[in-house]
Structures are given as C-alpha cells and as structure tokens.
C-alpha cells in the first residue's frame, strides 16, 4: 500500500540523519514518531487514501506504520557527521562516477570485534612485564592476579553484552551505554575517565615502544648515554632518552591520525598481525622448551645472581697451558689480577655456579617457585634453594657486579601493573557505529576475545621468567623459530595499539562534547568538515605528554588501571540497576545475565581500584566527583531514560509507602508548605515575596508546593494553566526554592483553592502548614470576595488541622538579597499553639536575611495570673528548648470599654448587618457610605473624652481621614442623631427607620432575630447597641494592639496568635475587623494559626 498525505499531514520521521538544536550541539538520531526533522522525500508524500480517513486528524503524530517501518529499516548508525560529508562532497562535484555512495557497516564479529579485543588485550604488558610479574610474584601470587583481573573482566563483558543487547547502539561505545543507563552525570563522569584511562594507554603503549627500541633493538640510538653509569645515574639517562623519543613519537602518531584515520585502520591489520605471530611464536617455542630446553646460562656467585656485563666467562679463574689465570669476573671484585689479590670477602668464601635460566617444564621449577619473591629497590637477587657463606656483620660491597632490584616489588603493585594487560574488552563496543550486527557481534567476539586471553594468561603464569638477561626480551628467547620474531612483534604491537588509542580518545571525547552535558567542553565537538575531531585530538595528545614526562612503563600502568577499572564498575553498576528496577525496556537479547553477577564484578573493580594503589583510587574517584557536581550543576540537562531516574522513583515509592505508616514524630516536625498565590491576567505571581519568604523560612529543606488556581474549564483554559505553571516554576527557580507547583483549574477561585488544600501532596508527603496572603482591599465592595475566600481557607485548615501562616503587608516583606543587620523578632505568645510561635523565628534566623536579628518572646499575664513566676517558667521552658531569646511577661489589667471601642464596634456591626440587606447601585452605595462617613466622625468625636481623643488621635485618626470608608458603610439619613451611650442599661435594642438587623440572642438559646421598628420622625434611625460578644472582642483587640504597638514598634517582624475564625458566616466581615485591628500600625505581621498538635519538644 502505498503512503500518502494532503499538505497538513506530514510525516515526522528522522532516517539516519543527526538533528542539530539550536545551541549547535548535535541530539540523538532517532527512527521513531515525534522526531524534530524529515526528509524532503516524505514531507513531500500527500495522503489522499480513503481507507484511513479514521485517523486523518492524527497524522501529524502518528504516522503510519508502513512508514515507519521503512523509516527503521533505512536507520543508519554512523558516526556523526561522516554520512553529511560524503553527501556534501557528492554534492560539489556532481554525479562523478568515482565517488561511491555511503556504505552501511559491514563488519562482522571476527573483524570488528574478536581481533581488536586480541589486539588491545595482548599488548605492551605482555611482552614486557608478564614474564617479570611471574618471576616475582610466583605461580601462585601469578595466578591469582590473573585469575582476579580475567574474571574482572568476563563479568563486566557479561554485563557490557546484556547493555548492548538492549536496543541499538550507535557510535559512541561504552560511553553511549554508560550514560543512557546511569544518567548523564555518571554519564559524563565515567566518560571522562575512560577518555583518561584511553589516554594514559596511549602514553603507556609509547612507552613501551621506546624500551623495546632503545634497549633490545637499537640501543646505541639513545641520546643520553647509558653505557658505563650505574644506579640512579643510569635510571635518569633511560628516563630521559624516554621522554625524548616518547615525544617525538606521539607527535609522528598525532599527524598520522590528524591525516586520516584510513591510514591508521590499514596498518590496524599488519598489527594485529604481528601480534598473533608473536603469540603462536611463543607457544611454539614453550612446546618446544620442553623437548629440548634452550641454552640460556646464568652466572650465581653464591646464591647470587651476576650481571651479564660484569664477566665473559662464569669462573673464577682458568686454566690455560697449565697456569692459573684470573678472569674478568676475579677483577670485578679483587684490587688486582694477581692470584695474591686481596678480594671481596663474599667473593672469596663462596662459588661460581653456573644454572640454565629456562630450564624446561619438566625440571620441577613450578614447585620451586611457587610463592613470590618480593625485593625491596636495591636488593640483590638470590637463587633460593642455593646456600652461601656470607657474614651478616660485614657490609655489602660491588653491589653493582649483582643483578638488583630496580622498583620495590609488592602484591598491589602488580595488580596494578598488570591489570592494563587485560583491558581492552571494549574495543569492539567501542565500534558499535561500523559493526552489521551489534546486538549479535559485541557479546559474541568479546567473550570469545576474553576466554583466548585469560586461557593464554593463566597459562604464561605456570612458568617463572625473568624480565631480560643478556639484552634479551626473555619471552623472546623463548620463542621459536628467533627471538626478534618477538621483539620486532612486540614494537609494532605497541605501536598499533598507541595508534588506536589516539584514534579513539579523541572520538570519545567528541562524543561527550557534543552531548552538550560538560559546557566547557564544547569546543571540542568541532572538527573537521568530515567529522574528524581535530581540537579533541590536540588535546588528548597534550594529556598523553604527561604520561610521557612521567617516563615509567611501571607508573603510568596504575593509572589508567584506575580509570579503567571505575568505568568497568559503572558498567556493572548499570546492568544491576536495569535488571533489579525492572524497567519495561529492559529486554537484552543477552540472557546469560544476572544482577548477582554483575554485583560481583562491581565489587572486584572496586577492591581491584583499593588493591592497586588507594591513593591513584582516591585521585581516580575525587576526579569523577567533582565532574559528576558539575554536571549537576552547570551541564545542561538531559533525559535519556536513565536507570537513576529509576531509582529515584522506586526509593519515591518506598519513602512515601513508610510515610503512610502514620504521622511524623515531633522531633521531626517540620513546615511541610503549601503556598497559595493569585496571578493577574497575564499568568504572573502577583505575590512574589510569599515565596521569598518560604525560602527563608524552609532553607531549601522540606516540602514545598506552590499552588494557584485558574478560573475556567479545564478543555478551555489548560493553556493558561501552562503558562501559569511556568511562571511559578521561574519565580521558584529564581528565588531558589525546591520544591513543586501545582496550578488547578476550577469554575471558581474559592473551589480551586479548597482543591488545592485537599490533594496537595501525594500519600504521606503532604503539607502540614498552609500559607495565604492577606486580602489588603478586603473592604472595598469590589473586593468583597477576596476576604470571603481568605475566611474559608482559615475555615478549611481549621477542619484539616493544618497550620496557617498569614504574613501581612508581604511587600514589605525583605528579598533574600537583603540583609538586616540589627533588629528584633517579636514574638506574641498569647495561646498555646502547639510551639509553632516558637519555631518560626528559630527558622528564620537560620537564613542570612534574619541571622543577624535577635528573638525576643512576649507573653500576657491576667490579674490572677504571677507574672514574676509566669516569667521565671518561660526563662526555663526555653531553656530547655534551647532557644536563646529574651522573655517579658505583660500585665493586661481589666479595664472599662472606652466610648471609642463602643462606637467602632457599633460602626462595624451596622455596615456588616444593613449591607447585606440593601442591594444598592456602586454609586448609591459610595454615596450613602459618605454620608454615613460624615456623621459618624462628628458622632465620634462628640463621645470621645479627651484622654481617649489624645491616646487615638495619631493611631487611628490618621487611619480614618485616609480611609474614610474603613469606619462606616451603613445607610443614615441626613437627620440621624447620636447613638445611645454604652451606659445606658436601658437603652433600646430595635432600630428605627424601616431596616432590619441582626441580633445574637444567646442568653434566650435562640439564634439570631431580625429587629425591626417603624420609623418615627425626629427620632434616631438606628437607635440600638452592639453585640456584647463584638464588644469584648474588639475591646480585647484595641488592648493587645495598644501593648503589641507599645512593646514593637520598631521590630523587623512580629509573629503573634491569629483568632479562630467566626462559626457563624454572618459574622465574616466582623471577624476581618477584628485582625485589622490587632495589626493596626505594625509594619510586618506573620499571623500563626497552630494545626493542633505539638511541633517541638523539651526532649532529644
């Protein structure tokens, strides 16, 4: 069937091209839907066909299945950039007939796999130290670092086989798998160790090439003449003849791969092939030592064993002709050729003994050298099994005629030495873009590779060799049918092997760059038009000249050891993760896997790290640490599925499950927040400085959920819930508060916001305090429903047992920019609230913006109550808190309700009484809120004594000529005479002039009455007195305000009790009345409302 589309359905498909964002850094190429590019062949297809119409609509996003099939079939995992190069090239000069067009890869598991394992895995270390660690470390000792490192590495191969089984993997390797399994910040990590560990092999492979050359090729090309220096002299000459030549080889090595990477992947083969010549050479020549042992002589002195250089015939003296002549053995030791000489008294007590150094398998050396041999540097190898006479008193003398210890000899040291020998094993993942196969290739050629070897190893360990003896590479003289079958395979084994290591580090470290997660490392994505990264290439050969300054095969060998073993242990770590988390796209076409196994191999490349050299593993992990926070924190962020999102979900699922075993333990309280904001029009927070202060509050520690509400439909109105979304999630990100938003959308405010009450959270990590911001024009009529809504949610935290903060005047409110040097938090503890008064400011001063302000606690005392005891308490309560903060205990005497108090409480109940009952125009009602405004002043002001006058006249007469309308909204007529004076007992309780009111009858156990009287003429329209529950109330009030006022005013911030909110909803606007006037004149007021229970403790 063939696809087609009209011009609005067009297929979203990517077909092996590599998607470029618009920071310049190259995403993944993907054959699936909802790929961000497509080619013009598809974009052009139009869908006309009849038999889909049914999902026409969805075209877009789901295209159709033949297409994507054929978009999977024509996937193409080359490297990046190389396909766009050779289109481009075919482009400029045309349809030439001698360009051919882009091959698909066609190596297959012998060539692209098995045979570069071989050739990295049998390298430098083989030919140069194998034979020197068996010697020192015995058979046994030998075989148990072989056994360790081979199994090492089977483990980590078995678990690299189930990763790369586990979908496709393009070009990219270990660091591909490493990162799409655990992140991208292990990700980046380990990728910058193993491009570390590549480069230091690189260096490694240099240097062995430079010893093989200057000692048993050409030694008379080095610069620094070896011959006739001795001890730390000699060693010096070597290392710097190493530094030399290993620079100018890496520089030859640079600029060959800079050429082309063709030239290095046809001299790959003449390597490889040298290497198995090398290898079959020597199983030739051991099968043949066993038949007829080579001669290969060692001179001992003793149990001593003697350089080469220092005799030309092992003997003392000989006879020629019948005369007794000395030998260049005797002047070696003795002042003079004379058989009268006087000589070294080790020399003269004891023999010349001349052994075979290879004496055959048959001889029975395997039980002779069976455990290890360890030398400390400068020590004389001795023959054991052979005695001498020696004076443990005389001092050692030519110590330079005895073969010594040129590095002091330890188990670890070994390990660390030899581990590079078996690394290697992902030389065929590391080819992943140019294999046919992957999936199939990489699990089959590397354990294939990894058998061969460790069977090779363990092997070359039952035999005990020397590292050289005579100028001769003893493996060499061992081989058959010649010794420079080995030493020329081994020069250009090293030589393959550093090529390939310069070949790959630098594609590995484009790799990364151009992953975008490392931002300093962008730079070196770029490279050449065709891909060939050249700055990553500069770079890794400045790296590898530090190992070559370095200088020793036996120094730089550890270090990468380490590099290479914590990028093994990642891989293990990987393949653990995906198998116990269980993740639905775990299914690798590998089954011979399993989480025990790869356990085990994490934790031998763990001890193997410790074991080798703690100090390099300390270095190794402190330089993955520091790399791993700065992709935490600076890289850019990346989903790519990883298992530790997994983990994270999984430990979510198993922390909330134990949170739901019930409610925290005091000592753990903390303010679980639940901030509530509104936002304008436009989606912005109109509230900024609540989430300032929740920062402040919370330190970063806690939940924290920012919620809003959107009015509307949720088909209608989810795109502004989006974006509102996103405005708190940037307000949060820039006042650095962690936590989650939450946007709800509702039919109305009041709903949305109870919404967000009852389900913030999820199971047992949900909010326990709720956060709100007072209604600051609650008393204009068009914002009536603000302060309506505010009640209800004081209402619902009551019901919830949440605990309630409410800061008001939150504009000013200090950013966390600003610092208060000096300064008090007050704090009005005038009920129990379960200890949150106490909290709070201990809270806050743990932030830099409060830090510098000192605590001070406020409590009230009644006339029954001792102040002085009530004080020494408290003192003892904090102490025991241990919260520093300074006590005073204020005394509130009973006093009488001043006319003031009585006339503003009368005010308040006849504007929140007759307003309700009145349906009057915006204009009618301004108009009759003036009139009423006018009249009640002078009314006011005629019962006001003067004492009262003086004592209000700056608090709250500043208050009423700027808000008029905070006194009075209730309807007077022109003619409306003085209120009844509190004092009069009997004073009328009905109205006059036709309105209705209501009344609180509690002393008759009915609810409220509406009063109503007929208006009669001349006399009073509201002739009646206030609530004597109101009364108290805002008498209470009007007292605490007038303390809080007294004791701070000048505080950076006072937190004091919020009352309970009225039961009765006819009492609203009363209650709001209440607050302003408990708050009047305090600049920063954090009303708190306990939840119920105790949120600190005396107890540890």
């Avoid at 110590?399 to 010594?404: G, K, P």
């Avoid at 005629?942 to 608090?955: D, F, G, I, L, V």
Wanted: glycine share 8%; with cysteine; proline share 5%.
């Amino acid at each position: 069937m063939s696809v087609c589309s009209c011009e609005r359905q067009r297929l979203n498909l990517l077909i092996g091209v590599s998607i470029v964002s618009g920071d310049g850094i190259p995403k993944e190429s993907s054959p699936f839907i909802n790929s961000s590019a497509a080619s013009d062949a598809e974009k052009s297809q139009q869908y006309d066909g009849k038999n889909m119409a049914l999902f026409e609509e969805e075209m877009d996003t789901s295209p159709m299945v033949s297409s994507l099939l054929s978009s999977l079939a024509n996937y193409s995992n080359l490297p990046t950039g190389s396909k766009e190069h050779e289109e481009a090239e075919n482009i400029e000069e045309g349809a030439r007939p001698s360009k051919k067009p882009v091959k698909a890869p066609q190596l297959g598991t012998l060539m692209g796999v098995y045979l570069p394992c071989i050739q990295n895995i049998f390298g430098v270390i083989l030919f140069l130290r194998m034979t020197w660690m068996v010697g020192i470390g015995g058979v046994f000792g030998s075989f148990i670092i072989v056994f360790m490192c081979c199994s090492t590495t089977m483990l980590t191969a078995i678990s690299m086989s189930a990763i790369a089984t586990n979908g496709v993997v393009p070009a990219g390797g270990s660091y591909y798998m490493i990162s799409r399994s655990l992140g991208p910040e292990f990700g980046g990590a380990v990728g910058i160790c193993f491009y570390l560990g590549t480069t230091f092999a690189g260096a490694m492979y240099i240097l062995g090439c430079i010893e093989i050359l200057l000692i048993y090729i050409i030694p008379q090309a080095a610069i620094f003449k070896i011959e006739g220096l001795e001890g730390p002299e000699a060693e010096l000459a070597l290392l710097n003849n190493m530094r030399v030549y290993g620079t100018l080889v890496l520089s030859l090595m640079a600029l060959v791969v800079f050429v082309g990477v063709k030239y290095v992947n046809k001299l790959a083969l003449l390597f490889l092939a040298c290497v198995i010549l090398s290898i079959l050479a020597v199983y030739a020549g051991v099968i043949k030592t066993a038949i007829d042992p080579p001669v290969f002589p060692v001179c001992l002195l003793g149990n001593r064993t003697l350089v080469s250089k220092g005799y030309d015939i092992c003997a003392k003296v000989i006879e020629i002709d019948n005369e007794t002549i000395t030998t260049k053995l005797w002047r070696s030791f003795c002042d003079s050729e004379y058989l009268n000489a006087t000589c070294d008294e080790y020399f003269t007590n004891n023999n010349i003994t001349e052994i075979q150094g290879i004496p055959g398998v048959t001889s029975g050396i395997l039980a002779e050298n069976l455990f290890g041999n360890y030398l400390e540097k400068g020590m004389i190898l001795e023959k054991r099994g052979l005695s001498s006479d020696v004076d443990p008193d005389s001092p050692t003398t030519s110590s330079n005629r005895y073969v010594l210890a040129d590095i002091t000899s330890f188990f670890t040291l070994l390990v660390g030495i030899y581990f590079p020998s078996v690394t290697g094993i992902m030389a065929g993942s590391n080819r992943s873009g140019d294999l046919r196969d992957a999936q199939k290739s990489i699990p089959i050629g590397t354990i294939a590779a990894i058998t061969t070897t460790s069977t090779y190893f363990v092997f070359t360990s039952l035999y005990r060799f020397g590292e050289g003896v005579n100028g001769n590479l003893v493996i060499g003289t061992l081989a058959w049918p010649s010794p420079w079958v080995i030493v020329f395979g081994s020069f250009f084994s090293t030589c393959g092997a550093g090529l390939q290591s310069l070949t790959g580090a630098p594609r590995l470290l484009q790799a990364i760059s151009r992953d975008g997660i490392i931002p300093f490392l962008r730079v070196f994505g770029h490279g050449k038009a065709n891909g060939e990264p050249t700055w990553a290439l500069l770079l890794t050969a400045c790296i590898c000249e530090i190992g070559i300054i370095i200088a020793s095969l036996d120094l730089v060998a550890p270090i990468l050891s380490m590099f290479f073993l914590m990028c093994y242990m990642f891989v293990n770590l990987a393949c653990a993760l995906q198998t116990l988390l269980r993740t639905p796209n775990w299914r690798p076409r590998f089954k011979f896997y399993h989480w025990a196994l790869s356990f085990l191999g994490m934790s031998l490349c763990l001890s193997l790290m410790f074991i080798c050299s703690w100090y390099y593993a300390i270095i190794a992990m402190g330089i993955a640490t520091c790399i791993y926070k700065y992709i935490e924190f600076c890289g850019a962020e990346k989903e790519w599925g990883d298992g530790i999102r997994g983990i994270s979900l999984s430990a979510a699922r198993f922390a909330l499950m134990r949170l739901e075993e019930g409610p925290p333990h005091t000592k753990n309280w903390r303010p679980q927040i639940l901030v509530l904001v509104s936002v304008d029009s436009e989606q912005n927070v109109e509230q900024p400085r609540l989430i300032s202060l929740t920062n402040q509050l919370k330190a970063g520690k806690g939940l924290t959920i920012v919620g809003t509400s959107v009015q509307g439909t949720f088909l209608d109105n989810y795109t502004e819930a989006q974006r509102a979304d996103q405005s708190l999630r940037k307000l949060m990100e820039t006042e650095k508060v962690k936590g989650f938003s939450q946007v709800v959308i509702s039919s109305n405010l009041r709903d949305g916001t109870s919404h967000l009450i009852q389900v913030g959270g999820l199971g047992g990590l949900k909010h326990n305090t709720v956060m709100v911001s007072w209604p600051r024009n609650w008393k204009q009529p068009e914002y009536h429903h603000q302060f309506r809504n505010f009640i209800e949610v004081v209402r619902e935290t009551t019901v919830a047992s949440l605990a309630l903060l409410v800061p008001k005047n939150i504009s000013s409110y200090p950013s966390n920019g600003e610092r208060f040097t000096e300064g008090h938090i007050d704090v009005w503890w005038i009920v129990h609230d379960g200890g949150m008064l106490m909290l709070l400011p201990f809270l806050l001063r743990q932030h830099k913006v409060w830090r510098k302000c000192k605590m001070r606690i406020f409590t009230v005392a009644q006339m029954d109550d001792n102040s002085i005891q009530m004080k020494k308490d408290l003192i003892t309560f904090l102490y025991h808190l241990r919260i520093d903060a300074a006590v005073e205990v204020v005394e509130m005497h009973d006093g009488d309700i001043s006319a003031y108090t009585y006339e503003k409480t009368l005010v308040m109940e006849q504007r929140s009484q007759i307003l309700k009952q009145m349906h009057l125009t915006k204009n009618e009602m301004e108009r009759e809120i003036q009139s009423i405004t006018d009249s009640s002043r002078g009314s006011i002001r005629r019962k006001n004594p003067s004492a009262m006058r003086s004592q209000h006249s700056t608090e709250e007469g500043a208050s009423l000529a700027e808000k008029p309308e905070d006194e009075v909204q209730l309807i007077h007529t022109k003619n409306a005479s003085t209120p009844t004076s509190p004092t009069s007992p009997t004073s009328p309780a009905g109205p006059a002039g036709g309105a209705a009111t209501w009344t609180d009858n509690k002393g008759a156990g009915k609810g409220p009455t509406l009063l109503s009287a007929n208006p009669e003429p001349g006399r009073d329209h509201f002739n009646m007195k206030p609530n004597q529950t109101d009364l108290r109330r805002m008498h209470t009030a009007m007292r605490l305000n007038e303390v809080i006022t007294k004791k701070s005013k000048e505080a950076k911030l006072v937190l004091l009790n919020m009352p309970g909110p009225p039961k009765n909803r006819m009492g609203n606007e009363n209650y709001m009345e209440f607050l302003e006037v408990l708050t009047e004149g305090l600049n920063r007021v954090l009303l708190v409302r306990g939840g119920g229970r105790e949120v600190i403790t005396i107890y540890s």
